[in-house]
């Protein structure tokens, strides 16, 4: 019943989460000897990911769940395979031509199964079918297939239509939802405060969908809701998980909590007391625990006291060996030990599909924006100096970024310096450049300012907006300001539109990527042809 944490790297000293993610020795412990019956993978390449996993399979007491939130595709963990732009740039292009919209969802969920299934992934913790009706939302945002639950329902649905063409298993998330919220529940624990009426209008459809579509789980979400439960959040009350998913709904497939290490749960509940509260709220899976063998050790002395019922594990254990069928009766799910190193890379050919990063490509060009006067114009060699601001929440945990990043090497390559700006450099537009900077205040001329901001896990949008919002201002009123790019969240366009000159040069993408770069850049530089919508 419970699905651990752990790098998807293969040597210890690679570990970039020691509090959440466990040498090998200990993992191993708890696969072989306490029985653990899955992991959530993070970070690594797709070829880390191919032998990790037969590594985990081959040391576990029972077939393992091997997890991972791939939401966006394979490519969006683990590098190499394909990375797909995010939901909401899906459902934008469901404004003008819904079919195209199911298409390219259906598609979206087919490629990631079977990339993921080459690598040894069967769980894919997605789709995210959280309505994002509020555009402050800090972790949601552009994971959400749109902001109407008749739009959520529909993609949603067509991307579990495409995961339904494999044997991997499926996850709708984060019940009953999560997409109203301005509170990142990694962080603190967010309170809902509709009415049971409301939920039932907007929330609660897409779940409704994704259920009698056939999602194989749902994961709840770690949120206070009066109107239902003024106790405890939906991870942890029967009222919600059991009474109204179960109950109302009609749900038999597998109930999982979202991460239990956080901050929503952890800050306010016992490390091993929160799971065994999640089993008798209703939960089959306990994921990524705190102190995942203290929670098994109070789970059976739980047992043991007579505040569980054997019966109550047996019927989660059930489930967990249907779900589990469903993988296992394809035996390529399973390697046999004998499978040789050259069997084992012939999966990895599927990954990264022409087919698969064509699709990607065209939700890229068909969700962007585009606006004022393009291309944008070089300026003369005598024009004085021209910068590129780079601006991003947090650079060192920045992944889209490097050396060969488009959006440093394409402006690079046309004479424009570099100014790297994030929430932790001395990023005052107005101030002295900080130490090193390639742009001295004197010989500032034409910017070009880049943005990356979206919902993310632990890095809410809200103060790298307004830091993007004070360059934008400096760069406007000191007449600096070439062209814009924004990467990422539509909110923060929305923010930006009022404030651009009408021939002012911009582009907007939802993905973050290289290839959403360089196809962004393409487009403000009259560089290629993609397809575009003007704003």
């Not at 749902?218 to 009350?237: E, N, Y």
């Not at 109070?298 to 109550?312: K, L």
Request: hydrophobic fraction near 45%.
């Amino acid at each position: 019943m419970f699905v651990v944490r752990a790098s998807g790297r293969f040597f210890d000293r690679q570990i970039e989460f020691p509090d959440w993610e466990p040498p090998a020795a200990t993992l191993e412990h708890w696969l072989h000897d306490l029985g653990v019956g899955g992991v959530i993978l993070v970070g690594g390449s797709a070829v880390d990911l191919l032998v990790r996993s037969r590594w985990l399979q081959a040391r576990a007491q029972y077939p393992l769940f091997v997890a991972a939130d791939i939401e966006e595709g394979v490519g969006q963990r683990f590098a190499g395979a394909t990375w797909f732009p995010p939901p909401m740039a899906i459902a934008a292009i469901a404004d003008r031509d819904p079919d195209k919209a199911r298409h390219y969802a259906e598609a979206y969920g087919a490629t990631t199964a079977r990339e993921a299934l080459a690598i040894g992934i069967n769980w894919i913790l997605g789709p995210v079918v959280d309505v994002n009706n509020n555009p402050q939302n800090p972790v949601i945002n552009v994971r959400a297939f749109g902001e109407t639950p008749e739009r959520v329902a529909d993609l949603a649905t067509a991307f579990l239509r495409g995961v339904q063409r494999f044997p991997a298993l499926s996850c709708a998330k984060h019940f009953p939802g999560h997409g109203d919220t301005s509170v990142d529940s990694h962080v603190d624990l967010p309170v809902l405060t509709h009415s049971a009426e409301r939920l039932a209008q907007v929330e609660q459809p897409p779940f409704a969908r994704a259920i009698a579509a056939g999602v194989d789980a749902v994961m709840s979400a770690h949120l206070l809701i009066p109107s239902w439960d003024g106790d405890r959040p939906a991870t942890l009350s029967s009222k919600i998980l059991t009474d109204r998913l179960r109950g109302d709904l009609g749900f038999d497939g597998l109930i999982l909590t979202d991460a239990l290490v956080m901050g929503a749960i952890a800050n306010r509940y016992g490390a091993n007391e929160a799971p065994l509260l999640a089993l008798e709220a209703g939960a089959d899976i306990l994921l990524m625990p705190v102190d995942p063998a203290g929670a098994i050790r109070t789970i059976c002395d739980a047992v043991d006291r007579g505040r569980v019922s054997p019966e109550r594990i047996r019927q989660s254990v059930e489930r967990i060996w249907r779900a589990k069928h469903k993988i296992f009766a394809e035996p390529a799910n399973l390697p046999p030990a004998s499978e040789t190193t050259g069997e084992a890379l012939a999966r990895l050919q599927s990954l990264a599909a022409p087919d698969a990063g064509a699709i990607a490509t065209e939700i890229l060009q068909e969700s962007q924006q585009v606006g004022g006067s393009l291309p944008l114009s070089l300026l003369p060699s005598n024009a004085g100096a021209t910068r590129n601001v780079l601006l991003v929440d947090n650079l060192v945990t920045c992944g889209f970024l490097g050396r060969q990043a488009p959006a440093i090497a394409i402006p690079q390559a046309r004479g424009y310096a570099l100014q790297l700006v994030d929430l932790h450099t001395d990023s005052d537009p107005q101030g002295d450049p900080p130490p090193g900077s390639p742009c001295e205040p004197s010989t500032q001329g034409a910017t070009l300012l880049q943005v990356f901001i979206r919902g993310n896990p632990f890095g809410g949008p809200a103060r790298a907006t307004e830091l993007a919002d004070r360059w934008l201002k400096y760069l406007l009123t000191s007449g600096q300001l070439q062209g814009v790019a924004i990467y990422g969240s539509p909110y923060v366009l929305q923010q930006f539109l009022p404030q651009l000159p009408a021939d002012l040069p911009y582009v907007f993408s939802y993905g973050q990527m290289h290839e959403a770069q360089a196809i962004a850049l393409g487009t403000l530089y009259g560089v290629g042809d993609p397809v575009v919508s003007k704003s």
